[in-house]
């Protein structure tokens, strides 16, 4: 069948262009909403001079993917509420040490970090001005003051900081993360300077928050172990926060994490439990119709507790239109359904496009609908369970088919184990899930037995136990894989082409498929020959210093880390991966680089340097050196004067001035990242 065939799906498509232009581009509103309307315009013009002529024109058809991908351009300049005059932006002093007053409403709570507690929060008042716009709020931790709730309303005094840029190439940028958010600042602050405001406004974010928290409160006495109810917050309520990452790390391992992400899988067996509990409703006259409204309104609650996340908000849109049709028997295509559901989806949440959940879950279930049916035919086995379990293998291969490329390129390593994980956990999570909403219902009816919480503790523990032995065959863990873009690309474009000839062998997908394995080898050949060479980085770590020198497709890496810091540190790791070196050497430090026709010198704590040698272009101050910087740049007269992340930052600052005063270029790792030196 062919996908492209299918109307709706070719508007998803141009809708999705549409908002990466959108995205990209950044127009300005006035100028979308112009784009757009002259667009419409013009297509109905084309539409009138069609209809009266009899005969559709390839005009009208041009113009009406145009202006699809106008809207995707429309809808993501509008929902960005930067594109507004009452933005926080517009109204509030956005420098350094510039304090407002601000009023703000939680509006989600996320994992905490070492130091502080995080928030989402919605802007209300910058200086009793009403503004809109969400921003990351840092508080300070202190076991004296309960957590922020979600709807509760405060008023601090303090200045935006500007989010931080990735300090090191190649590594997760929470920045471009966060602006795909909308958030574009953060405060920091502490619970001693925020005041609660007698404001009051509840949101479906606070009601459901409420739910949770009534969950949580009513299971606590029951004695779960805090693994166990973090799976249970993570299965059932769509909440990750408290899940240990040691936990997350073996389910990650294990290739189950999508198991720990209320996702389609979740959706599907609750819609069939809802449906088997309102079956009797069809009795009734209009039943149909109830049950209908009941399920679509259950799902939606559903969905609201679980947070409105990207792969449950996918889940529940596509399941409620599902449940729509089979109720009113209206006959549905999978290929319709998923499009429909990822064009309502994109329209009301266009930046839902970039998440990495949305991304995975469509890719798995479109490789699924399409990839499924032809694996099962196989084998058609006798006995019930043995066909169960060979379907749940057919179905896991086809979404691994789906999402490989994605999910190498995101997180570079393949669990080779998956499908042990998969055709043991999911064939029984119909089970937990059913178990999960009974155990929550009754314990929220005070009339939970204590031995029934305990017998569902044992089940999450023993799924836990299993999935932590998966996980620690580390043989058939394949970690620190190479893989970019291009490669993505490519690599889809090989499973399409290879599974285009086996569904139909003829000589046109049999060229498609060898173009397509010639183009991979290419990118894979291209790659080999763009890798970076003869480059030399200080790269920033905090009170240490790090140094990496790649020659030949070899890096040699110096630095002064103590153990654990080196069992830790990650800054090397996703740089190799990301430009798939595999030699990688340890050095010590050492007072000079020679890089071709360049040299650096290394000046640390003992600020020992020898003024007759030679001239250094580069200056590396490490350790914080006790030196007069004004006599040794009379002396050396260096080109570049650069500063690691083990300096004071006073004397990092004292350098900056005297750098500034005598026009002498000054690096910072610790605000301008890793200086790179290709020679």
């Not at 112009?34 to 001079?49: E, K």
């Not at 394949?478 to 285009?500: A, E, G, H, M």
């Amino acid at each position: 069948m062919r996908l492209l065939n299918f109307t709706i799906i070719k508007l998803s498509i141009c809708l999705v262009l549409g908002i990466i232009i959108g995205y990209v581009f950044n127009l300005p509103l006035n100028v979308s909403v112009l784009l757009t309307t002259s667009l419409l315009i013009v297509l109905l013009i084309f539409y009138f001079i069609a209809k009266k002529q009899f005969f559709s024109s390839i005009w009208f058809g041009v113009f009406s993917f145009l202006v699809m991908v106008s809207i995707g351009v429309l809808t993501t300049c509008f929902h960005n509420q930067k594109n507004f005059k009452n933005h926080y932006t517009k109204v509030a002093i956005i420098k350094n040490d510039s304090l407002n007053t601000i009023t703000f409403r939680i509006r989600e709570v996320l994992k905490s970090g070492n130091y502080y507690d995080k928030y989402i929060i919605d802007l209300l008042e910058i200086n009793q001005e009403k503004v809109i716009g969400k921003t990351l709020l840092n508080i300070q931790k202190d076991t004296l003051f309960s957590p922020l709730k979600v709807d509760d309303v405060y008023v601090g005094r303090t200045d935006f900081k500007n989010l931080i840029d990735p300090l090191n190439p190649h590594q997760f940028n929470y920045k471009k993360y966060l602006e795909k958010k909308y958030i574009y600042h953060q405060l920091f602050t502490s619970n001693e300077a925020l005041l609660v405001s007698k404001a009051k406004a509840k949101t479906l974010f606070g009601l459901a928050d409420n739910i949770r928290q009534r969950i949580n409160k009513k299971l606590k006495p029951y004695n779960f172990k805090p693994d166990e109810l973090a799976i249970i917050n993570a299965l059932l309520l769509g909440q990750r926060q408290d899940i240990s990452e040691a936990i997350y790390t073996s389910y990650t391992h294990a290739g189950a994490i999508h198991i720990l992400a209320v996702s389609g899988l979740h959706v599907g067996i609750i819609l069939l439990i809802l449906s088997f509990i309102f079956k009797p409703l069809e009795q009734f006259k209009h039943g149909k119709l109830i049950k209908t409204i009941l399920l679509v309104s259950m799902l939606w609650s559903f969905a609201l507790i679980a947070g409105l996340s990207a792969s449950v908000t996918r889940a529940v849109t596509m399941f409620s239109i599902v449940a729509i049709a089979l109720n009113l028997k209206r006959p549905t295509n999978i290929y319709n359904t998923l499009a429909i559901s990822l064009f309502v989806i994109l329209l009301i949440k266009p930046l839902f496009i970039f998440d990495v959940g949305f991304q995975l879950s469509y890719l798995a279930v479109f490789a699924i609908v399409i990839i499924d049916p032809y694996l099962y035919s196989f084998w058609k086995p006798k006995y019930w369970v043995t066909d169960k379990l060979w379907h749940t293998f057919t179905i896991t291969i086809s979404a691994q088919f789906g999402i490989i490329p994605i999910s190498l390129y995101y997180f570079h390593q393949f669990p080779g184990l998956f499908f042990i994980s998969n055709l043991i956990i999911i064939p029984f999570l119909g089970l937990i899930l059913g178990f999960g909403i009974l155990v929550i219902l009754l314990a929220l009816l005070n009339l939970l037995p204590q031995f029934v919480a305990d017998s569902f503790g044992y089940i999450i523990s023993a799924m836990n136990g299993f999935v932590s032995w998966v996980s620690k065959q580390e043989a058939f863990l394949f970690k620190d894989i190479s893989f970019n873009l291009l490669l993505v690309i490519t690599s889809y474009l090989l499973i399409i082409s290879f599974f285009r000839l086996i569904f139909k062998r003829n000589y046109s997908n049999l060229k498609l498929f060898l173009i397509a394995f010639l183009i991979v080898q290419s990118t894979f050949i291209y790659n080999k020959f763009n890798k970076p060479n003869n480059t030399f980085i200080v790269f920033h770590k905090s009170r240490f210093s790090l140094l990496g020198n790649t020659i030949n497709n070899k890096i040699l890496i110096a630095n002064d880390f103590d153990s654990i810091t080196k069992a830790k540190n990650k800054i090397i790791r996703d740089y190799t991966v990301a430009n798939a070196i595999y030699k990688i050497e340890e050095h010590k430090i050492t007072p000079v680089y020679q890089l071709n026709n360049e040299r650096l010198l290394v000046i640390d704590s003992f600020g020992v340097y020898n003024l007759k040698t030679f001239k250094p272009d580069y200056i590396l101050l490490r350790q914080s050196p006790k030196i007069n910087l004004n006599r040794l740049i009379d002396s050396l007269k260096p080109k570049y004067v650069i500063s690691d992340g083990s300096n004071y930052k006073s004397y990092v600052e004292r350098w900056k001035l005297i750098c500034r005063k005598r026009k002498i270029p000054f690096h910072q790792t610790s605000k301008k990242g890793a200086f790179i030196i290709d020679y």
